[in-house]
């Protein structure tokens, strides 16, 4: 077996945290019965088992503990409302009782070939990955860390936080702040840790009770049967790939979006998905006998809404947004500007309200998943590659749970820092290398 576990740690607040109870807002809701955000963190470091476990280790345990304490709803867990209600909370208790494993292992599979951005098989990737533990009781933990040491070669740091305690944006803001420690304590000198976040529930307002509708929906629809089964036999073999685009070239499909329409939102984010849009509906079976396609993303909500939530909340600020285009338009020689032009009006839409149509979103969310829409995970905002545990810039950094929803695309920015954007895509194997040549062919009609 490639990975094998050495030991398996609980990690505590350090000094110990307050806990408490926290509800669950609008934004956290819709992520109740999901799942993780995993990500892992590759980073050169060309030592043995034993050095790492005995200088890194403890380093990286400690700064959690640190981190930690800070960010204590982490630390517990999601659970039933003990009122009765049918709701739930977040609780953690305090003191040394919440803890979140900490996972250390041994792995000896190719390090160069799974930091690298080449096909790779996505179970192996999930080797690095911490699963959530879970209780009887209807609880569940919020967060898991696994270290996986490449001998002589480098270091994982894989993180899994469940997405009903937080966005990408507060999940980058945990890492980090243990970044930022676990430098402190390896380099020794003065570092800037970010700043503490914010807890306090209270700065979402929810007037219209869109938590508790939401979540009456959700179970309205959990009540009218169990999803299809999946087709019959063993599910197709998953890889993911990375695939880069420069600075350059994003500047030149701006100029092409620009050139065929005026006034259209064209951002960096907007022509990357754009990009790869056109390029995942030519794979086979993705756009056969559709006469729309659909996409989905995420905007984030803290500084749209009034007044603004500081950067620094903790938990979910998200809204979908919805883009639907005539599909034959999306295939032919302009679907860049056709896809382009869609987004961008989703996202200029905002500027008439950001919770605009909010007791909606649920409803069209499900609506949209016979449709198979492509949807997005990750932003290049959020600094993924600044993230330094005293190692340096990581080499790679992969947002493995995109393979959980079929036509989610993952977004970066670029590693080498100089402004491109670094898409993720997790594929059968034969539709990779369909995606992968649309990809490269699709710059031919720039």
């Not at 945990?174 to 700043?195: E, I, L, N, Q």
Request: glycine share 10%.
């Amino acid at each position: 077996m490639a990975t094998k576990v050495l030991e398996r740690l609980k990690v505590a607040a350090s000094p110990p945290a307050a806990g408490g109870v926290l509800p669950l807002t609008f934004f956290d809701v819709p992520w109740l019965f999901t799942g993780p955000v995993e990500r892992v963190f590759f980073y050169s470091y060309p030592h043995p088992v034993e050095y790492s476990t005995d200088h890194l280790v403890p380093s990286l345990v400690s700064s959690l503990s640190a981190a930690l304490h800070s960010f204590y709803p982490l630390l517990g867990c999601v659970r039933p409302c003990q009122d009765g209600g049918g709701g739930y909370e977040f609780c953690s208790t305090g003191g040394n009782e919440d803890r979140v494993e900490l996972t250390v292992a041994e792995s000896s599979d190719d390090f160069e070939e799974l930091s690298s951005g080449g096909p790779r098989d996505v179970g192996r990737l999930y080797s690095l990955v911490p699963q959530l533990p879970r209780t009887e009781d209807g609880s569940f933990a919020l967060a898991a860390v696994q270290v996986t040491v490449f001998p002589g070669k480098g270091l994982a740091v894989g993180v899994s936080i469940h997405h009903v305690a937080c966005d990408d944006s507060s999940f980058m803001h945990f890492v980090k702040t243990w970044a930022g420690h676990c430098r402190m304590s390896v380099d020794g000198d003065a570092v800037v840790v970010p700043p503490l976040p914010l807890l306090d529930r209270g700065v979402v307002a929810d007037p219209l009770g869109l938590a508790a509708r939401t979540l009456d929906e959700m179970r309205q629809l959990a009540a009218s049967g169990p999803p299809p089964p999946p087709p019959a036999g063993p599910p197709p073999k998953l890889v993911m790939t990375s695939f880069s685009l420069s600075r350059d070239r994003i500047d030149k499909l701006k100029q092409r979006v620009t050139a065929s329409s005026n006034g259209v939102h064209c951002s960096a984010f907007t022509v990357a998905c754009a990009y790869a849009w056109t390029c995942l509906v030519r794979v086979d079976g993705s756009s056969a006998g559709k006469e729309r396609a659909h996409l989905l993303f995420s905007v984030e909500c803290r500084r749209r809404l009034a007044p603004p939530v500081p950067q620094e909340y903790l938990g979910n600020c998200l809204r979908p947004c919805f883009v639907e285009v005539d599909m034959g338009d999306l295939l032919g020689p302009d679907g860049v500007v056709t896809a382009a032009k869609g987004i961008g009006a989703a996202i200029k839409g905002l500027d008439d309200g950001v919770l605009d149509g909010a007791d909606g979103w649920f409803h069209k969310i499900m609506s949209m998943v016979p449709h198979r829409p492509m949807s997005v995970g990750g932003s290049p905002r959020y600094g993924v590659y600044d993230t330094d545990f005293g190692l340096g810039r990581p080499r790679k950094v992969e947002l493995v749970s995109i393979d959980k929803t079929p036509g989610t695309v993952s977004m970066a920015e670029g590693s080498d820092g100089q402004g491109g954007i670094e898409i993720g895509v997790a594929l059968p194997e034969a539709e990779m290398a369909q995606f992968t040549s649309f990809f490269s062919d699709g710059w031919k009609q720039l």
